[in-house]
């Protein structure tokens, strides 16, 4: 089984529309990331979290919140969706500075 | 801040050829370097990293050195195979709050 599962995988959604991607991982790590993949532009971080207690906004939060439900579960939400949210967002986790382990991605399109 | 410029792509090679993608960086302090790997419809994973300058990362024929005094991390692979086609980022990160921030990707593909 896979140690960072995002669900679901594919979503297309409308305008205005509130959305939840959920990310689960099995490695027992306490760090984990929120990332969107826009063709050209790379990673940017949305949120991270260092344990439950502890959320923190990244570089593009506007648009975004998410919730720490337990060690191993890391929810994002568009709380309205519009189409410039369409991307591949993607989930990680990491117990030290040396490596990061990313989930498989979902592709969210907001028409 | 810091950031990660990494050579546009897309890069086309024939099987065999010899790879280098090049990645500088800007950075407060000697950060941890990392090229991860994105195949198609997959999630990035950890290709090589190097924690400290002179220190050179090595995984499936890749490889990149730390170069403190040209603040760069290329990659390079002598003859690539057409398994290696995929994405490739460079990465920059560590410290007390373990945040990378990633190049714009470098689309790899390569021919029979």
């Known amino acids: 089984d896979a140690d960072v599962t995002q669900t679901p995988r594919n979503r297309i959604t409308k305008t205005g529309k509130r959305i939840m991607l959920e990310c689960s991982q099995t490695k027992g790590h306490d760090r984990m990331y929120w990332y969107r993949q826009d063709p050209g532009l790379g990673l940017r971080l949305i949120y991270y979290?260092?344990?439950?207690?502890?959320?923190n906004k990244g570089e593009i939060s506007d648009g975004y919140s998410v919730s720490r439900q337990a060690q191993a579960k890391f929810s994002l939400s568009l709380e309205s969706a519009i189409p410039n949210q369409t991307a591949l967002y993607f989930c990680a986790t990491s117990e030290s500075y040396n490596e990061q382990f990313f989930g498989p991605g979902t592709r969210l399109t907001v028409l | 801040g810091n950031s990660v410029t990494q050579m546009e792509g897309p890069v086309t090679l024939s099987e065999e050829a010899f790879l280098t993608i090049n990645c500088t960086y800007t950075a407060t302090g000697y950060p941890s370097l990392f090229w991860y790997v994105q195949y198609p419809g997959e999630g990035l994973q950890l290709l090589l990293k190097?924690?400290?300058?002179?220190d050179k990362g090595s995984n499936k024929g890749f490889e990149a050195t730390y170069r403190k005094e040209t603040t760069s991390f290329h990659l390079e692979k002598g003859s690539v195979q057409v398994s290696d086609s995929a994405v490739y980022f460079c990465?920059?990160?560590?410290?007390?709050?373990?945040?990378?921030?990633f190049g714009k990707g470098t689309l790899l593909t390569v021919n029979p």
């Open positions: 190097a924690t400290k300058a002179d």
């Open positions: 990465a920059q990160g560590g410290g007390s709050n373990y945040k990378l921030t």
């Open positions: 979290s260092f344990d439950v207690k502890d959320i």
